[in-house]
């Protein structure tokens, strides 16, 4: 485990933490005056080894080489000039920091960060980290790497746990949750919607289905896999082509047959590291879902028409209804699609680049 020390005095900024992976939505945007929780869990830590943050700089300022040097290959808004390992942790694993006034810049409801940095270290003041706390954006405190040391403690940091330990676990993710908006009561602007995490994980995903394509169609399982993936990728692959197989592979699931071209397999919550199969290195493409989508998908738990304890008498059925259902198609989130796609060379092929260029008439279509 590490606390995260300030640069300039050494005081303490943090309680002692263990890595993970960055997840999925951390950058995420959703909705509109969305009240979204925390994005770390309590005593975790994790790193975003690309630049983010101010100062930006517009793709028009951005020589295409230089941005091909930093693994992006097609057009974006702008580009962070920012230091990059920026260290993300849970606010309330934050001490011995103040609020900077000046730097309180936000859109509506809270802190968005644009400003720079927004927490200074209590002890000597210097500015440490950015508190993210507005609408529509994840909850956090991002450290500020070049502001902060990271410094080992008395107990050594936690070995990540192996496939059968996370999956005796069995720590998924529902796709569905109720969501708020901003300062709403309880019971008030409340709805079942799809989960913001499920969104990021899809548009990720989904970047990587397409590229795995080649541009000929993609066929993904029945089911939930089948809800959240076919519908777009039927509108934005060609029809009537020999299709492509992507099949759900991991840990504690069967050998994948021989024709599979694609895996939809795990990345490992605390090393991001993405499953692979056992013996030889298989051809198919793997596609990288969060390891709590993944397990929903590979062993989705059941609604029982029965108590989890005890029995009912015979004849007697349950009258409770299951969890509501969103009253929406699912859509992958467009941001995560996006950051995902043109970091893949793949996106340098002239169709997917057009499918880029039009993702706002997408985003139209409710496809995203």
Same mark, same amino acid.
């Not at 962070?80 to 409801?109: F, M, Q």
């Not at 330990?165 to 949750?177: I, N, Q, S, V, Y």
């Given at each position: ?11 303490? &900024? ?16 959703? =909705? ?11 005593? /975790?830590? @994790?790193?975003?080894?690309?630049? #983010? =943050?101010? %100062? ?27 230091? %990059? ?5 849970? %606010? ?12 309180? =810049?936000?859109?509506?409801?809270? &802190? +968005? ?24 954006? #994840? ?18 940091? @936690?070995?990540?746990?192996? #496939? ?13 949750? $109720? ?14 919607? #799809? ?23 993609? /066929?993904? %399982? ?77 062993? $989705? ?18 009258? +409770? ?7 929406? &198609?699912?859509?992958? +989130? ?35």
């Amino acid at each position: 485990m590490f606390v995260f020390v300030c640069a300039r005095c050494d005081a303490e &900024l943090t309680t002692p933490l263990s890595q993970v992976a960055l997840p999925a939505h951390a950058h995420q945007k959703y =909705g509109n005056g969305i009240q979204l929780p925390v994005l770390m869990e309590p005593g /975790t830590f @994790a790193v975003d080894p690309e630049p #983010w =943050g101010p %100062p930006w700089r517009t793709w028009e300022k951005i020589h295409p080489d230089e941005a091909a040097a930093r693994g992006v290959y097609a057009p974006v808004y702008a580009l962070s000039d920012g230091a %990059p390992s920026a260290i993300v942790i849970a %606010p309330g694993d934050a001490r011995g920091t103040l609020l900077i006034p000046e730097k309180g =810049g936000g859109y509506c409801c809270g &802190l +968005d960060g644009a400003d720079g940095p927004n927490m200074a270290c209590e002890a000597c003041g210097l500015p440490v980290a950015s508190r993210i706390d507005d609408c529509s954006l #994840w909850q956090a405190v991002w450290l500020a790497p070049n502001a902060v040391r990271r410094l080992p403690v008395d107990s050594a940091d @936690a070995a990540s746990r192996s #496939w059968a330990e996370l999956m005796a676990e069995g720590k998924g993710t529902p796709p569905f949750e $109720p969501i708020a908006t901003w300062g709403s009561r309880v019971g008030s602007s409340r709805w079942w919607s #799809w989960s913001p995490q499920w969104e990021a994980a899809a548009g990720r995903a989904l970047a990587h289905l397409l590229a795995a394509s080649e541009g000929w169609p993609v /066929t993904v %399982p029945d089911g939930l896999i089948e809800e959240v993936f076919q519908r777009t990728l039927d509108a934005l692959l060609p029809a009537g082509l020999p299709a492509r197989h992507a099949v759900l592979a991991g840990p504690g699931r069967p050998a994948p047959d021989a024709d599979a071209d694609i895996l939809l397999v795990p990345a490992h919550p605390q090393t991001g590291e993405t499953w692979t199969p056992p013996g030889p290195a298989a051809p198919a493409y793997p596609v990288p879902l969060p390891f709590g989508v993944w397990l929903w998908l590979a062993f $989705p738990e059941p609604y029982l028409p029965i108590p989890a304890s005890g029995s009912m008498p015979d004849g007697v059925l349950r009258d +409770d209804p299951p969890a509501p259902r969103p009253s929406h &198609l699912f859509r992958a +989130d467009p941001g995560a699609f996006q950051h995902t796609l043109v970091r893949l060379p793949a996106v340098r092929s002239p169709w997917l680049r057009e499918i880029l260029e039009n993702l706002t008439q997408h985003m139209r279509a409710g496809l995203f």
